[in-house]
């Protein structure tokens, strides 16, 4: 069991260090956008499905309190977190809709979209980002494997983060990574943080 766990760690580290020079210069552009729509006054809103919509209540978390300095809150919400707005939804509409009618209702022009799908192809992501779209907001798209649909819903206005990995648990260990990569990027341009 010691070995395997240890292989564990091994293989996380290993397949890290392998996608940093790939991934890097889009979670730069991905957080100069962010820093961009707060300059603004905008906000970012973020779904996900699973231990996704956990990495987009992390993500929303970091924004509003504070990442590993403190600074004024930062407008960020997760649409995954309001349990009666998600059930009345999915109850009277569907939970494709879950999260694009409270993009549809709350998402304002030049705002964020980020939208974590593992796949790509889940029906609610997708339809998220169809929402941010009619509201003229831009996506940004945290993934895995090939990038799937969403993938190919974006345009060039988007960021598309794809992790090129088949495995669930890497994929996620990388998204949280570049969450806070995403949150570093932003605080250091903020704050002045010395690198």
């Not at 339809?127 to 494997?145: D, F, K, N």
């Not at 990995?165 to 995403?182: F, G, K, N, P, Y």
């Amino acid at each position: 069991m010691i070995e395997r766990i240890i292989g564990h760690f091994n293989d996380s580290a290993r397949f890290k260090l392998d996608v940093a020079e790939l991934l890097a210069p889009v979670i730069a552009s991905a957080a100069d956008q962010i820093l961009q729509c707060v300059l603004r006054d905008g906000k970012i809103m973020s779904c996900g499905n699973g231990g996704s919509a956990a990495n987009a209540q992390h993500f929303s978390s970091k924004m509003v309190h504070r990442f590993e300095q403190d600074r004024p809150g930062l407008a960020a919400i997760a649409l995954s977190t309001d349990s009666s707005i998600l059930t009345s939804i999915a109850n009277v509409n569907a939970f494709e809709e879950v999260f694009a009618r409270q993009v549809s209702a709350l998402g304002q022009q030049g705002d964020i979209l980020l939208a974590i799908s593992i796949s790509g192809n889940s029906a609610n992501i997708l339809a998220a980002a169809e929402a941010a779209r009619g509201r003229e907001m831009s996506v940004i798209a945290l993934t895995g494997q090939d990038g799937g649909k969403l993938a190919e819903q974006l345009s060039d206005n988007d960021v598309l983060i794809c992790v090129p990995a088949d495995s669930a648990a890497r994929i996620q260990e990388i998204h949280l990574l570049v969450i806070h990569c995403l949150c570093d990027a932003v605080d250091s341009a903020l704050l002045g943080v010395e690198s």
